[in-house]
């Protein structure tokens, strides 16, 4: 139930790391798939196209793990992965997490630029009516309990979240006003 399920009959699908490698069962990476459902491309967009179908898989761009029976649980998606430090952090797992606490309501996980590390952790919060939260609380909430690499580095107490007329996040919006709030540029680490 908590799955995406298994794997159609007809149908290919594999879980590959950032190179391209596959991974073991039950770790993370892209979720790549082919078969008779897949696209043979976007319309009248041979650069789509190619970053999207390569040697005749097309890359959905989800983070997934399939487990040893088969069954595919998606966990987040490539573009919002943070590299911070060397490690991959998932938004999705942290803001799973954090929503565990009794007086967070809703909450989005992004990276920033970071000078030191690459990438920074930021949350965007709303707590639940009537509640007040400060952010030692949510740092006291996060100790021990998850890696310290994906404990937030900055944390800001929201009204509501940019989302599209969907109701999707836009975490793109909220990157870019972490940015100017904080004064942050794209910085390069190389």
Known sequence: MTTVGRVLPHLSVKVVDLEGQVVPVGQTGELCTRGYSVMQGYWDDPERTADSVRDGWMH???LATIDAEGYANIVGRVKDMVIRGGENVYPREVEEFLFTHPKVAAVQV?????????????AWIITRAGMVCSEAEILDFCRDQIAHYKVPKYLRFV????????????????????????????ISTA
């Open 159 to 186: 009204d509501e979240l940019p989302i599209t007329v969907t109701g999707k996040p836009q975490k793109f919006l909220m990157r870019e006003a972490m940015m100017r709030e904080l004064g942050l540029s794209q």
């Open 60 to 62: 959905t761009g989800d």
């Open 110 to 122: 992004f990276g920033v630029p970071d000078a030191r590390y690459g990438e920074a952790l930021c």
